[in-house]
């Protein structure tokens, strides 16, 4: 057996930093997160650098950003030219197992079969290609296109199952490989349709207090309109369970021995705008949208740190290689801050982040974040979230011009580089 660690890397779906206890809430309860958190390092200003579904995976995937990888929006596919995080794992002996919601090709929520040339190198697969429409009618996919395994009751609880067996698997193979192992839940994606004893502790409490929440915003995505009180109901509750599941995950690397020899990652693909500045789902750069929640733990992490500078998703596959003492792969366009969660270096707060999606691109350098237009790099808006962390001020207007600049210029070098150098 070899001495290289086990990776866990579980990712719900749209789990903004904010709506978790983590992440400053003080009404969504996720409490196993929480305790997991305190026992390694939590990234406090975690960035998805493309907030949507699809070019996440791709990021997560790749090494590169959506404009690098062509992977932009939901339904773009996986080019088979581009080494992926399977194949380097696998290239240092892993053995590589993923669990859940793929969503990279496909057309929108297509459930369906993933053929073994379309999962990115991942030969242990059991899972779907887009979204399931219902939470509590899911169902997943091994081997045979014809033969798809029926998710018992809520598809987070039968998810889990299935991960828990693997895990336990895993476990008790005595001469087995070292295994990465991913896990991708949907919930709390919405269509939100939480079990009772999840939604209950939201029942009856006003559940609405952010300054830039608006109170009268209507959720009408997937053919039905709620409030803002009755969707952050759904929404928070779906939250919890996704909390206790992953406590459960905890558990059998605890009861199977697993535990003092696997890092554990826990993050989410983007945000949710949950009401704030009016809107709902995902795809904008605002904090509510682009954050997420990132922590880690496991051999050779650090217990009860913190990393204050922002880190984003384009740096997870470098930093897992890292981790794991894996050669590096060239090209990814993100660094490593497995030092940071060691214990032993500093990440350099003064580092851009760069962002792409849509009609925008955005770069966030220390507590400025600026917004811009895609086509040319023309600034939308910008803001201090060290004096204004609900980005209720845009300061372009009134912004001193070297704090543009020092926003602008690296912004259009990446873009002219990375945006402008790709096909549209």
């Known amino acids: 057996m070899s001495d290289r660690s ?10 903004g930093a904010r709506w978790t206890g983590l992440g400053g809430s003080d009404v969504v309860e996720t409490p ?4 997991f958190a305190e026992e390694g390092v939590t990234c406090e200003r975690a960035y998805s650098n493309s907030p949507v579904c699809t070019p996440y995976r791709g990021m997560l995937l790749t090494g590169r950003y959506p404009s690098g990888s062509g992977i932009r929006d939901n339904g773009d596919a996986l080019p088979d030219d581009i080494p992926t995080i399977a194949d380097a794992f696998a290239a240092g002996g892993y053995h ?13 929520h297509e459930e ?3 053929p073994p040339g379309e999962r990115g190198g991942f030969e242990d697969f059991v899972g779907w290609q887009s979204h399931h429409v219902d939470h509590m009618d899911g169902r997943a996919w091994e081997d045979a296109p014809d033969e798809p395994i029926e998710l018992d009751g809520h598809e987070t609880d039968g998810l889990t199952d299935i991960a828990l067996d693997r895990l336990r698997s895993l476990a008790g193979d005595a001469d087995r ?8 839940y949907q919930a709390p994606h919405p269509p939100c349709t939480p079990l009772p004893e999840y939604a209950e502790p939201y029942e009856d409490r006003d559940l609405i207090a952010e300054p830039t929440a608006d109170a009268d915003a209507i ?3 997937w053919d039905e309109e709620l409030d803002l009180q009755e969707f952050r109901r759904r929404y928070y509750a779906e939250i919890t369970h996704i909390d206790d599941a992953f406590g459960r995950l905890l558990d059998v690397l605890d009861d199977t021995g697993l535990s003092d020899d696997t890092i554990v990652v826990f993050t989410s693909d983007h945000g949710e705008m949950n009401g704030c500045h009016g809107l709902f789902n995902k795809g904008t750069f605002y904090e509510e949208s682009a954050r997420v929640p990132l922590a880690v733990r496991g051999p050779g992490i650090e217990r009860g740190g913190a990393i204050d500078a922002p880190v984003s998703a384009i740096d997870l596959f470098p930093t ?15 660094s490593s801050f497995a030092d940071a969660l060691r214990g032993t270096a500093d990440v350099d707060t003064d580092r851009p982040h760069f962002f792409e999606y849509d009609d925008w691109v955005g770069i966030v350098r220390g507590a400025q974040k600026l917004l811009a237009d895609r086509s040319d790099c023309s600034p939308r808006a910008l803001y201090d979230l060290e004096s204004d962390p609900w980005e209720q001020e845009n300061r372009l207007e009134s912004a001193e011009e070297p704090t543009i600049r020092s926003l602008r210029e690296p912004l259009a070098e990446w873009h002219d580089d990375v945006v402008a150098g790709a096909t549209e």
């Open 96 to 108: 590589l197992c993923y669990v859940g919601k793929w969503h990279i090709g496909g057309a929108p």
């Open 219 to 221: 959720y009408d995505t």
């Open 112 to 114: 369906r079969w993933i």
């Open 32 to 35: 196993r997160l929480d305790a």
């Open 6 to 15: 086990n990776v866990l890397f579980v990712f719900p779906d749209q789990l």
């Open 320 to 334: 897992l290689l890292d981790l794991c003492d894996l050669d590096p792969v060239e090209p990814v366009a993100g």
């Open 177 to 184: 490989q070292p295994f990465a192992m991913f896990v991708s």
